[in-house]
């Protein structure tokens, strides 16, 4: 683990450069919600259950969101932030032709946020961890 420890504190010494691609991937990772909540005939790939899909799609969204965030306030502000836009997605559906508005759907949102959050969680205390280490001595 310590291998991983020094990687990721090698990679928030890069703090600018980390923000910026993490805050690229967000958007994009917005957008892509976005196009998949407000599609008229989107369905889920294969024999992929809907609700696992909003699960995973909300969880992928709010761990990397979380991950941007430096202080508690922050990173709650991105997990209500996250779980308002899903509830915004979900009523928005009743008038996308061919979508409806599903309570089910919202709660499977609201568990993927709540899941992306515990993530979010594990990887600013990895990052908090990798922080703390004394930085290697130089020979």
């Not at 993490?22 to 990772?29: D, K, P, S, V, Y």
């Not at 696992?52 to 209500?80: E, K, N, P, Q, S």
């Not at 205390?125 to 280490?133: E, N, S, T």
Request: hydrophobic share 50%; glycine share 8%.
């Amino acid at each position: 683990m310590t291998w991983l420890l020094d990687a990721l504190a090698m990679l928030r010494q890069q703090r600018q450069v980390y923000r910026l691609v993490l805050t690229l991937l967000w958007l994009a990772g917005w957008g892509m919600t976005a196009f998949l909540m407000l599609d008229p005939g989107l369905t889920p790939p294969g024999h992929m259950n809907d609700k696992v899909a909003h699960a995973l799609l909300y969880t992928t969204i709010t761990a990397m969101g979380a991950t941007m965030a430096d202080r508690l306030g922050r990173f709650l502000a991105v997990v209500f932030l996250t779980w308002g836009v899903s509830a915004a997605f979900e009523v928005t559906q009743n008038w996308v032709p061919g979508r409806t508005a599903d309570p089910r759907d919202l709660l499977a949102n609201s568990l993927g946020v709540l899941f992306g959050a515990g993530c979010g969680l594990f990887w600013l205390w990895l990052c908090h961890q990798a922080d703390r280490r004394p930085a290697p001595a130089r020979s």
